[in-house]
């Protein structure tokens, strides 16, 4: 029993022995240069011994450097044959990217299997200083819009960096703006500055920026441009729409113009146009901003209306305006039984209908003209009534006797006295109407639709002083073209100073 503990005993110390052998490195590595001082893209050649410490040739040894896993570029190397108790030479290259500033340490490591070995290599990255400047701004800005530059420093610097940045903004060679201050950009890091201006003068402008960081000062400058233009607008009311344009001094379209209408926004289209359709009459506020220009107009829309007098087989019809004024130009479509019939009114608003051409009965009247809304009215047409014929029978024609003749008057004497009395009337009258025209006022009052219109005109030979109107109606909304005028509960109040001779104003009540 004593003999086999004995063997066990050697048996399992062997083993130990064994495994301790094994376990010994069998190469070793040495980097022959440790340090190195660098800079960020240099290359560094690392000459390094190998040398195989066993007693047998080893095959396949790989040469290598660790290290950072970025800012280097390592190689490795391959021997394929190690002599037993020989040595080598060889070297490494590593490339030097981009690290920052600092020391770093490497390991050159030799490995053969299970065996390896390595060493270390320190690095000293130097520090280097540099930067880049930009400005990124427009050439040119149209007056009105606001202007956004950039500003930028960008460091390449592998440290961070301190030092001082600048700019100043010229207006025709005088500053109108400046800036400086003392800044920290981290390694590889940018400074950024957004510089606003809104709507700044039309004039040239001149921007520079300039940087010191540790003596390396740098400057760059942009120039750029706020230009007006010479714009002009129309705005009216036009085929169901009001309708603006913008052109420029050339006549050419301009696009990107704001524009308002009654507080709605819009953006004149390719063709320098917007278009805002209506179905209303009324007042439309339109504002432009024409190059920083503001600018507003009234573009008012306003309705047609028609009104009929039949005479026999015709029909006809007055086109007017919301003032009373009659409409030319306006295009007519009548409907009736028998077909439709087209006229075009003439410059005081009139045309006929002929009732032979549309029947008689319901008939359908369409007023349209680019410039108004168009108006739609239904009418009856009453077919005439035949003349009375009378027939006299023969025998009465032959049996009746003729009236007798008048009288003639006397010898000597005329009709004298009935002639005066006729100019004598007829004086009257005259002198009434002139004095009608000429010295009193005129006043007219009518009612279209929702509509209820009062001209006044003074006389001829004297103006018209503190005229005062007074109407009990229900209104939703007044205006004149002359004169204030005011809603009080039920009652539209219209006062003028003072009118011109002969000069006309006019008052629309909405209903």
């Given at each position: 029993?004593?003999?086999?503990?004995?063997?066990?005993?050697m048996?399992?110390?062997?083993?130990?022995?064994a495994?301790h052998?094994?376990?010994y490195?069998?190469i070793?590595v040495?980097a022959?240069r440790?340090?190195?001082?660098?800079?960020?893209?240099d290359?560094?050649?690392i000459?390094?011994?190998?040398?195989n410490?066993?007693?047998?040739?080893i095959?396949?040894v790989?040469?290598?450097?660790t290290?950072?896993?970025s800012?280097?570029?390592?190689q490795t190397r391959?021997i394929?044959?190690?002599?037993a108790n020989?040595s080598t030479?060889e070297?490494?290259?590593?490339r030097v990217?981009?690290?920052d500033?600092?020391?770093y340490?490497l390991?050159?490591v030799a490995?053969?299997g299970?065996s390896?070995?390595?060493?270390?290599?320190?690095?000293?990255?130097?520090?280097?200083i540099?930067?880049?400047l930009?400005?990124n701004v427009?050439?040119?800005y149209?007056y009105?819009?606001d202007?956004?530059?950039?500003?930028?420093?960008n460091s390449?610097?592998?440290?961070?960096i301190?030092?001082t940045?600048s700019?100043y903004?010229?207006q025709n060679?005088?500053?109108?703006?400046?800036y400086?201050?003392?800044?920290y950009i981290?390694?590889?890091?940018?400074?950024?500055?957004?510089?606003f201006l809104p709507?700044?003068e039309?004039g040239k402008?001149?921007?520079?920026?300039?940087?010191?960081?540790?003596?390396?000062?740098k400057m760059?400058?942009?120039?750029f441009?706020?230009?007006q233009?010479i714009l002009?607008?129309r705005?009216e009311f036009?085929d169901?729409a009001?309708?603006?344009t913008?052109t420029d001094?050339?006549?050419?379209?301009?696009?990107?113009?704001?524009?308002?209408i009654?507080?709605?926004q819009f953006?004149?289209d390719s063709y320098?146009r917007v278009s805002?359709?209506?179905?209303?009459?009324?007042?439309y506020?339109?504002k432009?901003?024409?190059?920083?220009?503001t600018?507003?107009t009234l573009?008012?829309v306003?309705?047609?209306?028609?009104?009929?007098?039949?005479?026999n087989e015709?029909?006809?019809?007055?086109?007017?305006?919301?003032?009373?004024?009659?409409?030319?130009?306006?295009?007519l479509?009548a409907?009736?039984?028998?077909?439709?019939?087209?006229?075009?009114?003439n410059?005081s608003?009139w045309?006929?209908?002929?009732l032979?051409d549309?029947?008689?009965?319901?008939?359908l009247?369409?007023?349209?003209?680019?410039?108004y809304?168009?108006?739609?009215?239904?009418?009856q047409a009453?077919?005439?009534?035949p003349p009375e014929?009378r027939?006299e029978?023969?025998?009465?024609?032959?049996?009746?006797t003729?009236m007798p003749?008048?009288?003639a008057p006397?010898a000597g004497?005329?009709?004298?006295p009935y002639?005066a009395l006729?100019?004598l009337f007829a004086a009257?009258i005259?002198a009434?109407?002139?004095?009608?025209?000429?010295?009193?006022p005129?006043?007219?009052?009518?009612?279209?639709d929702?509509y209820?219109?009062v001209k006044?005109?003074a006389?001829?030979l004297?103006g018209?002083?503190?005229?005062?109107?007074?109407?009990?109606?229900?209104?939703t909304?007044?205006r004149?073209?002359k004169?204030?005028?005011?809603?009080?509960?039920?009652t539209?109040?219209?006062e003028i100073?003072?009118?011109?001779p002969?000069?006309?104003?006019?008052?629309?009540?909405?209903?």
């Amino acid at each position: 029993m004593r003999f086999k503990g004995i063997l066990l005993l050697m048996v399992l110390m062997s083993g130990m022995m064994a495994v301790h052998v094994f376990a010994y490195p069998l190469i070793s590595v040495q980097a022959m240069r440790d340090n190195f001082e660098v800079r960020p893209g240099d290359t560094i050649i690392i000459p390094v011994r190998i040398t195989n410490l066993g007693n047998e040739s080893i095959s396949n040894v790989t040469l290598y450097v660790t290290g950072p896993a970025s800012g280097f570029k390592y190689q490795t190397r391959t021997i394929k044959t190690l002599p037993a108790n020989q040595s080598t030479l060889e070297t490494l290259i590593v490339r030097v990217l981009s690290p920052d500033a600092g020391t770093y340490s490497l390991k050159v490591v030799a490995s053969a299997g299970s065996s390896f070995a390595q060493d270390t290599v320190s690095v000293r990255v130097l520090a280097e200083i540099d930067y880049s400047l930009a400005i990124n701004v427009s050439d040119k800005y149209s007056y009105g819009s606001d202007v956004v530059a950039r500003l930028l420093v960008n460091s390449t610097s592998n440290t961070p960096i301190i030092g001082t940045i600048s700019f100043y903004l010229y207006q025709n060679k005088r500053i109108i703006k400046s800036y400086s201050s003392t800044v920290y950009i981290g390694s590889r890091d940018s400074w950024k500055y957004r510089l606003f201006l809104p709507k700044p003068e039309p004039g040239k402008y001149t921007l520079v920026l300039k940087a010191n960081f540790y003596g390396n000062s740098k400057m760059i400058n942009r120039s750029f441009e706020v230009y007006q233009r010479i714009l002009r607008y129309r705005a009216e009311f036009r085929d169901g729409a009001v309708v603006v344009t913008v052109t420029d001094g050339n006549g050419n379209a301009v696009p990107g113009i704001n524009v308002q209408i009654n507080g709605i926004q819009f953006t004149t289209d390719s063709y320098g146009r917007v278009s805002y359709a209506v179905d209303k009459p009324g007042t439309y506020r339109v504002k432009l901003n024409l190059d920083g220009k503001t600018v507003e107009t009234l573009v008012e829309v306003k309705k047609l209306f028609i009104r009929t007098v039949q005479q026999n087989e015709t029909l006809l019809v007055h086109v007017l305006e919301p003032t009373g004024r009659g409409v030319g130009n306006v295009s007519l479509r009548a409907t009736g039984p028998l077909g439709t019939v087209y006229a075009i009114t003439n410059s005081s608003g009139w045309a006929e209908i002929k009732l032979g051409d549309t029947g008689f009965g319901t008939i359908l009247l369409t007023a349209e003209n680019p410039f108004y809304l168009p108006a739609r009215e239904t009418v009856q047409a009453e077919k005439p009534a035949p003349p009375e014929t009378r027939t006299e029978s023969p025998a009465t024609s032959t049996t009746s006797t003729m009236m007798p003749a008048p009288p003639a008057p006397p010898a000597g004497r005329t009709n004298m006295p009935y002639i005066a009395l006729i100019i004598l009337f007829a004086a009257l009258i005259f002198a009434g109407t002139s004095y009608m025209a000429f010295f009193m006022p005129v006043k007219l009052e009518e009612q279209l639709d929702k509509y209820y219109f009062v001209k006044i005109k003074a006389p001829k030979l004297r103006g018209l002083k503190n005229f005062r109107y007074e109407k009990i109606i229900n209104a939703t909304d007044a205006r004149a073209t002359k004169g204030t005028v005011q809603i009080e509960g039920n009652t539209v109040v219209w006062e003028i100073e003072e009118l011109e001779p002969d000069e006309e104003a006019f008052l629309q009540v909405l209903l």
